[in-house]
């Protein structure tokens, strides 16, 4: 994706849509002191430009009865690609990222550099939740050789938002 800039008008539309993206386009030119119009065409411009990728709800997990947060450290047993013939097994780094697609307790997976091959991010409802999904979906999966698992015991800092450095 080919980053476009963004002048200090731009920053000011995606800071508050950050921060309510329900936000009529009326409502968010009087905040960035625009008038309508051009407003409209710039938070078009960003979302056909791919800076706005979507607009969501944020759930409170916990209102929804996901009330345990765990980040799972995953290493796989090897790390080769497939080989040159089309007829080769998919790699088990392919294979493990197609099958956390379909887990509905991941809601984030990241392929990371050191030790581990991958940091999960699972919500489940309970301690007999995670475990269920630990022994039951990650653990059987082929390619998993190792899981380090840690539980968030506070939320600190949990924001959609990010940084938008000034031009």
Known sequence: MTRIPLD??????????????RLTNQ??????????????RRIRRLEEAGVI?????????????L???????VRLEKHGDAGPSSRAPASPRSNF?????HWPEVVACYAMTGEMD???????E????????????????????????SFALQR????TALPLAQA
């Open 27 to 40: 409502e968010v030119a009087e905040r960035v002191s625009l008038s309508p119009s051009p407003c409209l």
């Open 8 to 21: 200090k008008t731009d920053r000011k539309i995606l800071a508050v849509l950050q921060s309510d993206g």
């Open 67 to 73: 009330g345990l947060l765990a980040y799972v450290n």
């Open 156 to 159: 600190i800092k949990d924001t």
């Open 118 to 124: 991958y940091l999960l991010r699972v919500h489940v």
């Open 97 to 101: 990222a197609a099958s956390v697609e």
């Open 53 to 65: 990728r979507q607009y969501v709800a944020l759930l409170d997990p916990r209102s929804i009865g």
């Open 126 to 149: 309970d301690m007999e939740h995670f475990s269920r999904f630990m022994m039951e979906t990650l653990l059987r999966h082929p390619a998993v050789l190792d899981v380090k698992s």
